[in-house]
């Protein structure tokens, strides 16, 4: 309890004297009747002032490590991803939500599906007779609470959600939308989600290349959100993980790094809050035209 606690205060920034989720993002419009489906317009905005990076401290917890950051990116004022780090004691909670929904939609919808899945970790997962099912269905609770938020709000707000729960040495990992996990070991680099995307689609059809995808005019359509229909297909992912870093990540820093990019400073670097801090300054070297989240985790 006494873990949860401070994982709780941790989350919501009441360690630090700030609010990890606050913020919002990027107006909205949707292009279908039935909202399964939005386009994410860049608004024009204006820089008012510095947004520092956030960061997030974890305690050390063997056989991992890990931190998290997110920052606003240089060409919006506001922040819109959510981010959750659980030490559970013998287990690990990690979640990375991108709102959307404009006005201030997205960081509510966001929180919300963080605050969701969050909460439906309570009981000690590493007793879960089935983590994945575990992680699915607290998808679908965050799918829930944020879809009645909307309704009561008569809001077309949504967020991807990505979250991992660590037990031992294996991820249980589910998503919805294009916040995206990943896995870097033995110098290589994995993509362990798939994104929900029109591009993704696009770029597994042939049609288009990973490369021209990130930077696709199209890239902020989904066809598959937390919040715009009651029951939502959750994907999720056993990875056994060794010697490497874990990776959940929101499209502000995927958008703007290679995985080559990426690969390269999870490796370079020993420290998990130096890594964080490396990714967040390149997407910003690199445009930083959205919010950026990371989470890394290192396993020994
Ligand atoms: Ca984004």
Redesign the pocket.
Known sequence: MHHLWSAIKRFFGMDYGWNVMTFA??AVDPVSARELTRVLQPVPTIRLRPEPAVTVHADHQPPFTWHGITDAGLMRTQN??CLAMLDLGRSAFFAVA?GMGGHDAGEVASRIAVDTVSREMHDDPAESGDPLALVAQSIRAANTAVKQAALRKASNMGTTLTTALVIGKTAYVGSVGDSRAYWIGDGSITQITRDHSLVARLVEAGRLSKEDARTDLRSNLLFRNIGSVDAVEVDVFRVPLSGGILLLC???LW?ELGDDEIRNICTEEERTEVMCARLVQQANANGGK??ITAIVVKVA
């Open positions: 993002r990027v819109e991803d991108d929101s499209d502000g958008g959205d919010n």
